[in-house]
Nanobody, 115 residues
């Protein structure tokens, strides 16, 4: 069974940067898309960024120009580079991998941005 292992969360001051990583622990084939969701305190879960197998990307308006999603197909890993972080970016960030058959999720990693 494939599991996704996330890393890179933590506490950072406003204006700082963090880089999240999400790697598949087992073999996973025909990944259509990878991405990140987040859920802040008292907020609904929202899609932060996604990247397709062809490299097309999609971002939430709130993070455009500050966050960058990328993937390493050989390592079955997706990254989220987060720059110019704001307190409103504070949330649990969860990655996902989507294939034609299923979607699998990471356990979530906490990102806290202090003002």
């Amino acid at each position: 069974q494939v599991q996704l292992v996330e890393s890179g969360g933590g506490l950072v001051q406003a204006g700082g940067s963090l880089r999240l990583s999400c790697a598949a622990s087992g073999s996973i084939f025909s990944i259509n898309a990878m991405g990140w969701y987040r859920q802040g305190p008292g907020k609904q879960r929202e899609l932060v960024a996604a990247i397709t197998s062809g490299g097309n990307t999609n971002y939430a308006d709130s993070v455009k120009g500050r966050f960058t999603i990328s993937r390493d197909n050989a390592k079955n890993t997706v990254y989220l580079q987060m720059d110019s972080l704001k307190p409103e970016d504070t949330a649990v960030y969860s990655c996902y991998f989507e294939t034609a058959s299923f979607v699998t999720w990471g356990q979530g990693t906490q990102v806290t941005v202090s003002s």
